[in-house]
């Protein structure tokens, strides 16, 4: 198949020009399928999901050891799940339209670790690698207590190998952070976009630091390319790893039982609908796929990206997937919103996933800020400004959409923003970020 041109695109999905107009937009997919009709495609299930709970359980007893702000959850990496109805009562006078439901913020802005949704999947990935390396030499077995693997015997095992990954940031901070605490070498390829902060923060860890001026596919192509010359070092696919994305689909159960905990129903009459950022999409795309498997068709997901990188809504809409770019359509792929810069999806998740994402909607940056902003004039929060693509989803519904559900349904319902970074962002640039806000 050639790919069709600009202009071919353009005049076969009209949409397009709201996103070549860098407009806000949004995009319901007629094409979304009950859990059951849609599963089939995403080629993993509950299993695979289980093993990974597994595989973190087994790992929980030596990251209680290594890494002591996560004893308290004895090792396990979790956020919590928080109301947040002054930022509801805000937003309804801001858009000037009262949201029936509650308004609740998922803090993963504020995970152990590396302080974004990566401490999800950027972590598991690295364990999973080093499990498995261990396993393979015989130094290890699944019923061991693995809080041996802080001896400084396993860290002189793992320094023979390397892992390697390109990241516009925070990916770089989880797996340089993980990998340089197992003993691991490591090097972190970077895109332009990527705060020094961040570049800082690694090299303090012995993280070795690649820096490129270009974008985030050009630092992954290049770490991917240095990581084949060298036998010994493993690469993290951003794009198309099936380990990262189970890693994010752990947190579907986790939240289901955080829910249960405080008396959130989440069924046919109370829907829970939740506004994840999207970059390449294997965050949103796994958590998506854990809240379907623990939610069933009760939950509905909703992607959010930057007007100027609209790479999954493009993808999807089109068809066309990891076979298109924005950057094709003339859009510059220019945003504040780390981690979210990307200019082409994922392939592997934009098919395995497209059935199970209700909608798209693109948010510019001056309302990433502006909503920062008034998130921590409300209540106290302060994240960066990617975490705040999902804030006005649930003003960006449209009428037509919200017809499937009933008025009762609607005042039933829980929302449910995904704050995806921001826990570790230095206290200047907070400062910083909440002026540009004004
Ligand atoms: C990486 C990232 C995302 C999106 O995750 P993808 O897997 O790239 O889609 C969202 N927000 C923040 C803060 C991130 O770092």
Same mark, same amino acid.
């Given at each position: 198949?050639?790919?069709?041109?600009?202009?071919?695109?353009?005049?076969?999905?009209?949409?397009?020009?709201?996103?070549?107009?860098?407009?806000?937009?949004?995009?319901?997919?007629?094409?979304?399928?009950?859990?059951?009709?849609?599963?089939?495609?995403?080629?993993?299930?509950?299993?695979?999901?289980?093993?990974?709970?597994?595989?973190?359980?087994?790992?929980?007893?030596?990251?209680?050891?290594?890494?002591?702000?996560?004893?308290?959850?004895?090792?396990?990496?979790?956020?919590?799940?928080?109301?947040?109805?002054?930022?509801?009562?805000?937003?309804?006078?801001?858009?000037?339209?009262?949201?029936?439901?509650?308004?609740?913020?998922?803090?993963?802005?504020?995970?152990?670790?590396?302080?974004?949704?990566?401490?999800?999947?950027?972590?598991?990935?690295?364990?999973?690698?080093?499990?498995?390396?261990?396993?393979?030499?015989?130094?290890?077995?699944?019923?061991?207590?693995?809080?041996?693997?802080?001896?400084?015997?396993?860290?002189?095992?793992?320094?023979?190998?390397?892992?390697?990954?390109?990241?516009?940031?925070?990916?770089?901070?989880?797996?340089?952070?993980?990998?340089?605490?197992?003993?691991?070498?490591?090097?972190?390829?970077?895109?332009?976009?990527?705060?020094?902060?961040?570049?800082?923060?690694?090299?303090?860890?012995?993280?070795?630091?690649?820096?490129?001026?270009?974008?985030?596919?050009?630092?992954?192509?290049?770490?991917?390319? *240095?990581?084949?010359?060298?036998?010994? !070092? &493993? $690469?993290?696919?951003?794009?198309? +790893?099936?380990?990262?994305? #189970? =890693?994010?689909?752990?947190?579907?159960?986790?939240?289901?039982?955080?829910?249960?905990?405080?008396?959130?129903?989440?069924?046919?009459?109370?829907?829970?609908?939740?506004?994840?950022?999207?970059?390449?999409?294997?965050?949103?795309?796994?958590?998506?796929?854990?809240?379907?498997? *623990?939610?069933?068709?009760?939950?509905? !997901? &909703? $992607?959010?990206?930057?007007?100027? +990188?609209?790479?999954?809504? #493009? =993808?999807?809409?089109?068809?066309?997937?990891?076979?298109?770019?924005?950057?094709?359509?003339?859009?510059?792929?220019?945003?504040?919103?780390?981690?979210?810069?990307?200019?082409?999806?994922?392939?592997?998740?934009?098919?395995?996933?497209?059935?199970?994402?209700?909608?798209?909607?693109?948010?510019?940056?001056?309302?990433?800020?502006?909503?920062?902003?008034?998130?921590?004039?409300?209540?106290?929060?302060?994240?960066?400004?990617?975490?705040?693509?999902?804030?006005?989803?649930?003003?960006?519904?449209?009428?037509?959409?919200?017809?499937?559900?009933?008025?009762?349904?609607?005042?039933?319902?829980?929302?449910?923003?995904?704050?995806?970074?921001?826990?570790?962002?230095?206290?200047?640039?907070?400062?910083?970020?909440?002026?540009?806000?004004?």
């Amino acid at each position: 198949m050639t790919t069709p041109s600009r202009d071919e695109l353009i005049a076969a999905f009209p949409l397009l020009k709201d996103l070549i107009a860098l407009r806000e937009t949004a995009w319901f997919n007629p094409a979304c399928t009950p859990l059951a009709e849609g599963l089939p495609y995403v080629g993993l299930n509950e299993n695979d999901v289980r093993d990974a709970e597994a595989r973190l359980a087994r790992f929980a007893p030596y990251i209680a050891e290594v890494f002591p702000q996560t004893r308290a959850t004895h090792g396990i990496i979790e956020s919590d799940v928080v109301p947040v109805p002054a930022m509801q009562h805000a937003l309804a006078q801001r858009y000037g339209a009262p949201l029936p439901g509650a308004l609740w913020l998922k803090k993963d802005s504020h995970l152990p670790i590396s302080g974004s949704i990566k401490a999800r999947g950027g972590i598991y990935e690295v364990l999973a690698h080093a499990e498995k390396l261990a396993l393979e030499a015989g130094l290890l077995s699944v019923e061991d207590n693995y809080s041996k693997l802080a001896s400084a015997a396993f860290r002189q095992f793992f320094s023979q190998y390397r892992i390697a990954v390109g990241s516009t940031g925070n990916l770089g901070l989880s797996i340089g952070i993980m990998s340089a605490k197992l003993g691991f070498k490591v090097s972190v390829h970077m895109s332009a976009d990527a705060r020094q902060w961040k570049k800082d923060k690694l090299r303090e860890h012995g993280v070795e630091v690649v820096e490129y001026e270009q974008d985030y596919s050009v630092a992954v192509e290049q770490g991917r390319k *240095a990581a084949q010359s060298d036998p010994r !070092c &493993f $690469f993290i696919d951003d794009e198309n +790893s099936r380990t990262l994305f #189970l =890693g994010y689909a752990v947190a579907g159960e986790r939240l289901k039982q955080q829910f249960a905990a405080k008396g959130i129903n989440v069924d046919a009459d109370h829907p829970l609908l939740v506004y994840l950022p999207c970059g390449v999409g294997g965050g949103p795309g796994g958590v998506a796929f854990g809240l379907k498997l *623990a939610f069933g068709d009760n939950v509905h !997901c &909703f $992607f959010a990206e930057p007007t100027h +990188s609209p790479c999954m809504l #493009l =993808g999807v809409h089109t068809g066309l997937h990891d076979a298109v770019s924005v950057q094709e359509l003339g859009i510059d792929n220019v945003t504040a919103a780390d981690g979210l810069a990307v200019g082409r999806a994922s392939g592997f998740v934009g098919r395995a996933m497209e059935r199970l994402i209700d909608g798209y909607v693109t948010v510019a940056d001056e309302t990433l800020f502006s909503l920062l902003r008034l998130l921590h004039e409300e209540e106290r929060i302060t994240l960066e400004p990617s975490a705040l693509a999902g804030m006005p989803g649930p003003w960006r519904l449209t009428s037509d959409y919200l017809s499937r559900f009933t008025p009762a349904q609607l005042n039933h319902a829980t929302h449910l923003v995904w704050a995806t970074g921001g826990g570790m962002v230095p206290q200047a640039e907070q400062e910083k970020y909440l002026l540009a806000g004004r």
